[in-house]
Structures are given as structure tokens and as C-alpha cells.
């Protein structure tokens, strides 16, 4: 689980730090404040896990240049990115694995870079204390701490132990280090999901990809790949109680039966039933467009999971709003995920934690 998320110079936020709890989290902010810039920051990190470069194409958010994501498009300003995460059974029993006998706390990683002059810094913190801190400086390749040693790599992997190969026999803090990077990275391991505002714009594209070659558990980058979910969902046999659950969930929106299909080739295209009639998705209410895709996920995503939605209140009311917000808080606690949206609209959902952002 996602504990904490500290940002800095990225997109709209000069410095934001906030704390999250298990279940549902919804931020709420005016215009400006930084909600969505929050989000695609901690999403830019977890797309770019295991990557030995940032990646701002990936499945999950695409920036398509990095300059975009510099606030004031500053390419000499400092953006950084710390995650703070609880150590749950499953990155538990990596950390033994790898020998680091620790049963519950929590793994601090920030990943800071310079655009204008290639500098990366890099740190791993283990129950608050700080196992190593890392990085390219002035073209040098260095730890940092513990002590100044020279790395034999440029440690732009994120979030991996590769970034950590020294040129001599490390410190034992630096080898705990490795273990605790390749624990974290393998421990979120399929478990975080991004459902971006950008799930508006997808839904009218034709694609080439093939249904069976998806992802199990993820509706895509964006939300770009729902329809082909949806096609993959509604023809193996598997999925039947998942469809079952997505069509219960959608009767908030008088939605009544749901399909997809090729109308050609490598042209995939979503149906809706309201009213005893049949339409295109696509030319479906806002509210529709919006609430499938992350109501796919609920359904989708396994245990423990973690699941961003930047605006869960497009196309809704105060209303509909509340009515989704119960479903999502219903998810989040039967299946344990934990569940970070933002909204322009102040939930009334008595459950969620409330996250006031104002990033003056």
C-alpha cells in the first residue's frame, strides 16, 4: 500500500506532500492545485519499475516528452518523486529471499533528475532509516551514502538493484539496498493500476492489438484497450461472473446489457442497451464513457491492489458521484485494494479519507 507520495517541480506542483490511507482515498483541490499532476508523478515512477530509464510512453500514462512534465517547462529545475510503501506479506517475503528478515514497516524510494543536465539522484530508506543514496553528479556515477564509492553503471534504472552496481565490494547498507529494490519492485508486481482522464478519448480508435495478448488484470494505458477487455471478458467463458458484476455495477447509469464486437477488420467497437435500445459506446453520456473503464478495474484488479483514478467525477453529479464513490469504497474493502481518486466535486461518501491539495 501506498503510504505517503512527496512531489516536487512536476507538471502544475511546485512541492506537495501528502499521506494516504487503506481504502478509499479522494483528493479535492481548485483548479490548478495539482490533483491530476500528483497522480501522473506517482504513476510516471511505477511505469517506469524495473526500466533503466524513465519511461513516458508506457501503459500506463504517456507524456510523450519529458519537457512537458517540467513545471514552467523549467529544464534546470529539480523534479523528484519519494513513495513511501507499507511492507505487506508479499514484498515481505521477497525482503527474506533476499535476507532481510523483515516482517512490517515500510520502504521509502525518490527518484529526483535534472533534465538540462542529466543528473539523477537516488535514494532507498528501509523503516525510515536511509540504506543508500545514489546518482549521476556532474557526470559522475557515484553512492553517495553511506560513503563515496564509484559505480560501474549511469543509475538511471528505476527502482532496480541494477542501479547499484558498484566497482568494488559494497557496504552491507548498500547490499541491503539492492535486496530492498528488487523486493519492492517485484512485491508491486501487477498490482497497481492507472485509470487517467485521457480514458475519455480512447474509446473511437481503431486498433491492431490482439484481445488475447492484454494484460489479466489491467484495462490499459489511459483505458485506451477497455473495449477490447470488454471483447476478451464477453468470449471467455472465465470472465462470467466478472461480466455479471460489470453489468450490476453499470445499472446505476440505467445501463441494461453491454457487448463488443468487429464491426472489421482490426476495428473493434463497443455496444450499450439503455432503454431497450442499442447504441455505439462511443456516443454514449460522459458519465458512461467515464465510470466503465475504472468500474472494469474494480472488477479486474487482484487483492491488494492499488488503483489511481484522476477524476472519478467527470460526467457525474453530486449525486451519481456519491452512488460511484459507495461502489468503489464497497471494492476497496472487499477485495483489500486501496483506491486513490481525485475529484473536482467534495465527496459525501462517509468512508473516504478526504485529501484537501492546495499547491500554492
Not at 476495428?267 to 458519465?287: D, E, H, P
Request: proline share 3%; net charge negative; with cysteine.
Amino acid at each position: 500500500m501506498l503510504i505517503k507520495a512527496c512531489v516536487s517541480n512536476f507538471k502544475a506542483i511546485r512541492d506537495a506532500c501528502v499521506e494516504f490511507s487503506r481504502g478509499l482515498n479522494v483528493i479535492v483541490g481548485p483548479p490548478s492545485s495539482g490533483k491530476s499532476s500528483l497522480l501522473e508523478a506517482i504513476t510516471l515512477i511505477m511505469q517506469s519499475r524495473g526500466e533503466d530509464v524513465l519511461i513516458i510512453e508506457g501503459r500506463l500514462l504517456m507524456i510523450h516528452d519529458v519537457v512537458d512534465a517540467l513545471r514552467n517547462l523549467d529544464t534546470s529545475s529539480r523534479v523528484a518523486v519519494s513513495l513511501k510503501f507499507s511492507i505487506d506479506d508479499q514484498i515481505s517475503s521477497f525482503l527474506k529471499d533476499t535476507g532481510v528478515n523483515v516482517n512490517s514497516g515500510s520502504i521509502t524510494y525518490s527518484y529526483s533528475f535534472i533534465h538540462s543536465s542529466g543528473n539523477v539522484e537516488q535514494e532507498v530508506w528501509l523503516n525510515d532509516n536511509l540504506l543508500a543514496a545514489f546518482g549521476r553528479v556532474n557526470d559522475k556515477n557515484l553512492i553517495l551514502k553511506p560513503e563515496i564509492l564509484d559505480l560501474c553503471i549511469t543509475p538511471y534504472h528505476v527502482m532496480h538493484e541494477d542501479a547499484l552496481e558498484t566497482c568494488s565490494d559494497p557496504p552491507d547498507s548498500v547490499k541491503a539496498a539492492k535486496a530492498v529494490l528488487f523486493s519492492l519492485r517485484q512485491g508491486l508486481r501487477d498490482r497497481f493500476f492507472f485509470i487517467g482522464e485521457n480514458r475519455l478519448a480512447w474509446w473511437k480508435r481503431t486498433f491492431e492489438t490482439t484481445v488475447d495478448l492484454l494484460p489479466d488484470y489491467s484495462v490499459g494505458g489511459d483505458a485506451q484497450y477497455t473495449v477490447h477487455q470488454l471483447s476478451r471478458m464477453l468470449t471467455v467463458p472465465s470472465y462470467r461472473e466478472q461480466v455479471k458484476e460489470i453489468l450490476s455495477e453499470m445499472k446505476v447509469l440505467n445501463i441494461e446489457d453491454i457487448t463488443a464486437g468487429f464491426i472489421a477488420p482490426n476495428r473493434l467497437m463497443g455496444f450499450i442497451k439503455a432503454k431497450g435500445s442499442w447504441g455505439i459506446l462511443y456516443n454514449a453520456g460522459l458519465g458512461v464513457r467515464s465510470i466503465l473503464p475504472f468500474i472494469i478495474q474494480l472488477v479486474l484488479a487482484p487483492r491488494g491492489s492499488t488503483i489511481i483514478i484522476d477524476g472519478v467525477d467527470i460526467g457525474l453529479n453530486e449525486e451519481l458521484l456519491e452512488n460511484i464513490l459507495s461502489t468503489v469504497s464497497k471494492y476497496a474493502e472487499t477485495k483489500d485494494l486501496q483506491v486513490i481518486a481525485s475529484s473536482r466535486l467534495r465527496p459525501r461518501v462517509n468512508n473516504a479519507s478526504v485529501i484537501e491539495l492546495n499547491n500554492s
